[in-house]
């Protein structure tokens, strides 16, 4: 051997140019590749929002006036997207959680599904480059001002109505379910979320900037019992039988996609703050999640309308810090964690919708008869409630 030389290289090079970010060596935090920390300022990016739809290339359907419409093409009345997204780069807004499907908003009368549609996957294995186009192009948006994105494939919010009549889950799409309320206990399923996730690594790997992915949400609130419900469950007031069938699907979703995508994070997006069973030991036991991103509604932040207190923010900001603690103390490798969704539900609001008593709408001013509710208090609410996440221990601000 004398007179060899060896040269020593890393066994997984960084192609982000220290841009990738990662959980910090300490825990409970983020930072990025090169070393500097990173405080999430988040906020969400919705497909059929103003401004954001521009980003969207492919016409949608206006059911109200039964016509296709496309906002990229034709500028809207909100004006360019640009004014819009240099606004969140100057109120130092640096995370953007998207969804790239939003079913069943577009189906009402249209002629010609899914064309018109926010659609991903419509048959099995049949995806929309009208949706890879819109995500190239958030990705891009996303490098020139410095953000990072929050990506999320399934928006399970939408399934239960839209099953059956847009894909890919049912057998007239291909897929292997004639009743929602089996997604979690038929294997096809996870067959068919496996190649989706396949291909979606493969549009964020050959987009300009992967390093903009911060992660992958694996099946957005895949606890919750809104759009999928099993008789499995049925013997327990918790449910644990079907939960435990569940959080075993979502691991083996997850160490997929981390095979797939290994420098991006793979998050596990919750709803809920109290939790057990198997949604415990996936949240704070399991290696296959990188980040913790729960959805902490709670009673003072989702209807406060119905908050008897004067100070509407006071108990909104004591359940954020009091849940994240509990959290922290229960993930035992340190995840680090952050409220990804929160706010006002409609469901919870005597009249089914959510408004501000001081404001006028197109319908007019919303009484005091169910309660009072202004602006202000809103921007005191959220104000105390991002601010106590952020001073309880969460990477930064939902």
Do not use: C
């Amino acid at each position: 051997m004398a007179g060899a030389a060896f040269t020593t290289r890393p066994a997984t090079q960084d192609p982000s140019g220290g841009l990738r970010l990662v959980p910090s060596p300490l825990g409970r935090t983020l930072v990025t590749e090169s070393g500097e920390p990173f405080l999430a300022v988040g906020d969400h990016l919705g497909i059929s929002w103003a401004y954001t739809r521009q980003l969207y290339p492919g016409d949608v359907w206006d059911s109200a006036n039964n016509v296709y419409q496309n906002f990229h093409e034709n500028l809207p009345i909100e004006g360019h997207y640009d004014a819009y997204f240099d606004e969140l780069q100057a109120r130092g807004v640096n995370t953007m959680r998207v969804f790239i499907e939003q079913p069943g908003t577009q189906s009402l009368n249209n002629p010609s599904m899914p064309y018109g549609t926010y659609w991903l996957e419509n048959n099995v294995d049949q995806f929309n480059s009208e949706m890879r186009q819109f995500l190239d192009t958030v990705i891009e948006e996303a490098d020139e001002r410095g953000m990072y994105i929050v990506l999320s494939a399934f928006s399970t919010w939408y399934y239960r109505e839209a099953f059956g009549a847009e894909g890919p889950w049912s057998t007239n799409f291909g897929g292997p379910l004639t009743d929602i309320d089996d997604f979690f206990q038929h294997p096809g399923t996870l067959d068919i979320a496996k190649n989706r996730m396949a291909e979606v690594v493969t549009w964020v790997r050959e987009s300009a900037h992967p390093e903009r992915v911060m992660g992958y949400e694996i099946i957005n609130e895949w606890n919750g019992f809104r759009w999928t419900e099993n008789e499995e469950g049925d013997g327990s007031a918790d449910r644990a039988a079907e939960v435990a069938t569940r959080a075993v699907w979502m691991g083996e979703l997850a160490r997929h996609t981390r095979s797939l995508d290994p420098e991006r994070l793979v998050i596990n997006p919750i709803i809920g703050e109290n939790r057990g069973g198997g949604v415990a030991r996936s949240l704070f036991y399991s290696r296959d999640f990188d980040v913790l991103m729960p959805h902490f509604y709670t009673l003072a932040n989702e209807e406060p309308i119905n908050n008897p207190s004067s100070d509407r923010a006071f108990q909104a900001g004591v359940e954020q810090a009091r849940t994240t603690a509990m959290w922290l103390n229960m993930a035992h490798d340190r995840k680090p964690i952050l409220n990804g969704e929160w706010g006002p539900a409609r469901e919870s609001w005597v009249l089914g919708t959510t408004y501000y008593t001081d404001k006028e709408y197109r319908e007019g001013f919303y009484t005091d008869e169910h309660g009072t509710f202004t602006l202000a208090e809103d921007e005191d609410l959220y104000s105390a409630v991002v601010w106590a996440g952020l001073a309880s221990g969460q990477f930064g601000t939902g």
